[in-house]
């Protein structure tokens, strides 16, 4: 699950801070040699100050000379008279400022890092936060992410690295973190999905049962399979279910539909091949309501968002069935497509969240990341694995965990 995303995100981070690690310590190498150049030139420049002070100091002992003669040559080139000598610090300090001027002109040509002086704290420049950026913004794209939700995280990002200090003994970790941060900022500007178990019981409190659940997506996303796997979630709260087979469509789907609901040991309201669908979700409601089942989980055939006919067959579901929650079940290997999908299928009903299906054998993970960013429509589960048990509530805490574990 996010293998493709974990291993990009983490050798881009892996990769930049080594990079930054290594002329940190190359700048630091060139500093020290600076150093010790400059402390040298410091010493013989001191050494030949004394020496000049000593040829001109006159020894205290020696009584005052009388004034010589001032010979006509020695007018037209007179002894200059000895400069007071400046003191050591000032020495330093005057080359120091001219030095300096250079350096730091040196240092901001060659490179956009603003090192701390007195710190081991470097803040990142433009010019290397722009390519690390880049090789993320590859990352991410080549793992399904979309291109609205990459440019979004990256801008969060780029404002995140600029007011960041990086420790430059850990930069790897301070990038990870910060990676993380804005990972969890673009998810958490998502609306915060349902959670089917405790709208149920929210219903179930207030006496408005049964809570009626449409599923529907693309062909072959999971749909029957992830009915099952709400239908077990509730069962272990304790809460009923009815399965409706509204899946006609294919004469083995209605089979399908039977054999989860055995499995799990929910009750389910099927007709014969090619049956109105919205009949067949009538009868599990009314089912429902005789027999005191607190939800329905209405099956839907699988179709393409482009076929009329099955749409209008599902229009049709909708004002029958009155569904308290739509979900849209996709697929997360579908790639770019999907928010597509969603989008079309949102044109003629209402979606309330999207359930995506087969994490586990997603290379890359992207759309998870993406797809509420994308179509606006929360993201409520993740399905990983076949099993009933394989269904994990979607937040953006697991999201980034899963690419970027926090250790
Ligand atoms: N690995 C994995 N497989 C899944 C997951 N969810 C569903 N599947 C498998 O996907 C296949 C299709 O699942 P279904 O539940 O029949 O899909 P559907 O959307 O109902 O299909 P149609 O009714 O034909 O449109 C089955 O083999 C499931 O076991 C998942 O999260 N992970
Ligand atoms: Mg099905």
Request: charged letters at 30%; a neutral charge; aromatic letters at 6%.
């Amino acid at each position: 699950m996010f293998d493709g995303l974990k291993k990009k995100l983490s050798e881009a981070v892996k990769i930049f801070a080594k990079k930054e690690e290594k002329e940190i310590k190359e700048e630091t190498k060139e500093e020290r040699r600076e150093e010790r150049r400059e402390e040298a030139k410091e010493k013989a420049e001191r050494a030949e100050a004394k020496a000049e002070e000593e040829k001109t100091a006159l020894p205290p002992s020696q009584p005052p000379r009388p004034a010589p003669q001032t010979k006509p040559e020695e007018e037209a080139h007179p002894v200059p008279k000895p400069q007071p000598i400046e003191s050591k610090n000032e020495v330093k300090e005057e080359r120091r400022g001219g030095e300096k001027d250079n350096k730091e002109l040196l240092k901001l040509s060659l490179k956009t890092k603003i090192k701390g002086v007195f710190t081991s704290n470097i803040t990142l420049g433009d010019k290397e936060i722009d390519d690390f950026l880049d090789n993320l913004k590859l990352s991410l794209l080549q793992s399904d992410v979309s291109f609205e939700a990459a440019e979004a995280f990256l801008e969060d990002l780029r404002g995140n690295l600029k007011s960041t200090k990086l420790d430059s003994r850990n930069i790897q970790r301070n990038l990870v973190d910060a990676v993380r941060k804005s990972l969890f900022d673009i998810l958490a500007r998502s609306r915060a999905g349902i959670d089917v178990n405790l709208f149920v019981k929210e219903k179930i409190a207030v006496g408005n049962t049964p809570v009626k659940i449409l599923f529907l997506g693309p062909n072959g996303t999971g749909k029957t399979t992830t009915i099952a796997k709400i239908a077990h979630a509730l069962k272990k709260e304790g809460i009923s279910s009815v399965m409706s087979a509204s899946d006609t469509f294919r004469a083995a789907a209605i089979e399908q539909t039977e054999h989860h609901a055995t499995k799990v040991g929910v009750p389910v309201i099927k007709s014969k091949y090619g049956a109105d669908p919205a009949s067949i979700a009538f009868d599990a409601i009314a089912y429902a309501k005789a027999h005191g089942i607190q939800a329905v989980l209405i099956d839907s055939a699988g179709r393409q968002e482009t076929n009329k006919n099955l749409i209008k067959e599902m229009e049709k579901m909708v004002r029958v069935a009155q569904p308290d929650i739509t979900i849209f079940v996709g697929e997360s290997t579908t790639g770019n497509q999907l928010s597509e999908q969603v989008r079309e299928f949102a044109k003629f009903m209402r979606i309330d969240g999207i359930i995506l299906t087969k994490l586990d054998v997603d290379a890359k993970g992207g759309n998870a990341i993406s797809i509420a960013y994308t179509t606006g429509i929360p993201l409520l589960y993740l399905g990983t694995g076949e099993s009933y048990d394989a269904l994990v509530r979607y937040t953006p805490d697991f999201i980034v965990d899963s690419i970027l574990p926090n250790n």
